[in-house]
């Protein structure tokens, strides 16, 4: 119960947060659907030049485009933990979350994900309901098949907490990581199938990116969500993603107890 009223507050500051400024948060919700019609233009261009170049149909591809956008939005992966663990070191205020005698990435993730929930309340829920009536977006066939996204999407979001994690501590040693970050969200864009599925990759680079976990961030839920994983396939990717749970965030554990020990914290 502790833990839901922590959760609550976050929440609840996050909303705050999102909407103070009225024209910032409108201005979001339309880089939101401006960016899931951009997906439908070019989609629909594609499919109209090369009809039968496709693995799925036109209207699976634009709901993979769409719910990309959406998901984007909700998962945070721009600026999550990471962001906000390089912004605390930056202005010094990172002692005020060391003092707290809960554990820092504990902290972290139940910040972040208080924000996330704000952002699908505030942002991603009311374009998703805009994006349905006006675009030609599909549901998932099944309660089945929903149900098993939403299972893959907490993954994706655990596992790119256990990313952007590993990132920040490492602002812990080189108090910036400006060019980190490119360079990791470069790798994010390119392998996790968030603006091109892994199907239409060269085989060597599919190769590469099967390997990493980054493509259980949105290829694999988004997969799912329009029907390109059924029965077994469903099982093995989910496992996928749970072992890289495991691994990222025993190296979360490990990466902390490092960082922690060899934190010098200097005042004046």
Same mark, same amino acid.
């Given at each position: 119960?502790?833990? #839901? ?13 999102? /909407? ?7 201005? @979001? ?30 209207? &699976?591809? *634009? /709901? ?8 984007? &939005? ?12 390089? /912004?605390?070191? @930056? @202005? ?37 309901? *805009? ?7 599909? #549901?998932?066939? /099944? ?40 360079? !990791?969200?470069? #790798? ?17 680079? @599919?190769?590469?990116? &099967? ?13 799912? !969500?329009?029907? &390109? ?24 554990? #490990? ?14």
């Amino acid at each position: 119960m502790k833990i #839901l009223r922590v959760m609550r507050g976050f929440i609840r500051q996050g909303i705050q947060v999102k /909407t103070t400024y009225g024209m910032a948060y409108a201005m @979001r919700l339309v880089n939101v659907f401006v960016k899931m019609v951009a997906f439908y233009v070019l989609w629909s261009v594609l499919y109209e030049s090369a009809p039968g170049a496709f693995p799925v149909s036109q209207v &699976e591809m *634009v /709901t993979y485009g769409a719910v990309s956008v959406m998901l984007g &939005e909700f998962i945070q992966w721009w600026d999550g933990p990471h962001f906000y663990i390089i /912004t605390q070191i @930056r @202005r010094g205020t990172i002692t005020s979350d060391l003092v707290r005698p809960v554990y820092f990435p504990f902290q972290v993730f139940s910040r972040c994900l208080g924000e996330s929930l704000a952002e699908f309340i505030t942002v991603v829920f009311p374009a998703a309901l *805009v994006a349905y009536l006006v675009l030609p977006i599909s #549901l998932p066939a /099944t309660l089945t098949q929903g149900l098993y996204f939403a299972l893959s999407l907490a993954q994706s979001y655990l596992i790119l907490f256990g990313l952007n994690c590993l990132v920040g501590f490492i602002g812990f040693y080189t108090l910036s990581l400006r060019g980190i970050q490119h360079a !990791y969200h470069g #790798l994010i864009m390119l392998l996790s199938g968030a603006w091109v599925p892994l199907w239409f990759f060269p085989s060597w680079l @599919r190769q590469v990116a &099967e390997v990493l976990p980054f493509r259980g961030l949105f290829f694999t839920p988004l997969s799912i !969500y329009i029907g &390109e994983l059924q029965g077994q396939s469903i099982a093995g990717t989910l496992l996928s993603q749970t072992v890289w749970i495991v691994i990222l965030l025993l190296g979360v554990g #490990l990466a902390w107890r490092v960082v922690h020990s060899r934190l010098v914290v200097q005042g004046g």
